[in-house]
């Protein structure tokens, strides 16, 4: 009697289980994005709870903000986290893009040997450094990939009214991390957001930061959908549940918290609409 239960019973449990539908196959976002927010670890801190809670399988593209922009006018990505606002506004006016929300921020510094030739550290004041960098042709690493970080190196230098150039001045045409790791071995000077220079530290580099502060080294990322009309491929559905995602009071809490645990610090400061309108 025992056997026979036992045998209806893994019956069951077999039938049960035929008749299961499978789960569904994660949709797949494409987001093409700076190498910042990959090299700090952020988007390895954020990306699985969407990925989890929305079945979604994020493929992310880490390059720099012109290239993300170039991928999404191109109809190559679907989602764009980037940091140029200038270029920004102009992908949105040229219609390469359908929304875009502020995100987060976190500032540049200049970061440079300890034994720091220029005599530029501690000093608040960049277009004073970068000038004094280049009165003695120090040498300077510079991302030359036409990245945020680059675009925003080349605005300094311009306020500085210098166009540098000789064997001082390195266009790397590299991301961030592959810029600091030529800036620790050359013992040089270079720009980079100061979420990447920390968590290179943890890896041992060897440079400190000679200038912040400067309401110029500002640095504001946006979120932004590639226009559907670039494809049928397009996820223009998913691409707005994750800004959507992003832009929300918990996420922004997640990103205000990462970096907390390992700096005493956030690498980066909350800024979607919803959080500037809840911090009133």
């Known amino acids: 009697m025992k056997k026979t239960i036992l045998a209806i019973g893994l019956a069951l449990i077999i039938f049960t289980g035929c008749g299961q539908k499978p789960s569904a196959e994660p949709q797949t976002l494409i987001l093409a994005t700076t190498t910042s927010t990959e090299n700090s670890g952020l988007l390895e801190f954020l990306l699985p709870a969407f990925e989890e809670e929305y079945n979604a ?150 440079l400190e930061i000679a200038i912040e502060g400067d309401p110029l080294l500002f640095n504001p990322y946006g979120v932004i959908a590639v226009n559907p009309d670039k494809g049928d491929h397009i996820q223009a559905d998913l691409a707005n549940t994750f800004i959507d995602w992003l832009i929300s009071m918990p996420t922004q809490e997640m990103i205000g918290e990462f970096g907390i645990d390992q700096f005493g610090m956030p690498l980066f400061t909350p800024d979607s609409q919803l959080w500037r309108e809840a911090e009133k």
């Open 57 to 206: 399988a994020i493929d992310v593209v880490a390059v720099g903000t012109g290239q993300a922009l170039q991928l999404g006018e191109d109809g190559n990505a679907d989602v764009l986290m980037v940091h140029a606002r200038s270029r920004e506004d102009e992908f949105m006016a040229a219609g390469h893009g359908v929304r875009r929300e502020d995100l987060m921020y976190n500032d540049f510094v200049i970061i440079g040997p300890a034994t720091d030739p220029a005599g530029v550290s501690g000093t608040s004041d960049v277009v004073a450094g970068l000038q004094a960098i280049a009165a003695i042709e120090a040498p300077f690493i510079s991302r030359g990939d036409d990245s945020g970080t680059h675009i925003k190196e080349l605005s300094i230098w311009e306020e500085a009214g210098i166009a540098p150039a000789g064997e001082w001045y390195v266009a790397a045409g590299q991301g961030m991390g592959a810029v600091l790791t030529m800036a620790d071995e050359q013992q040089a000077y270079a720009l980079t957001d100061r979420a990447t220079y920390l968590a290179r530290t943890l890896e041992g580099i060897d």
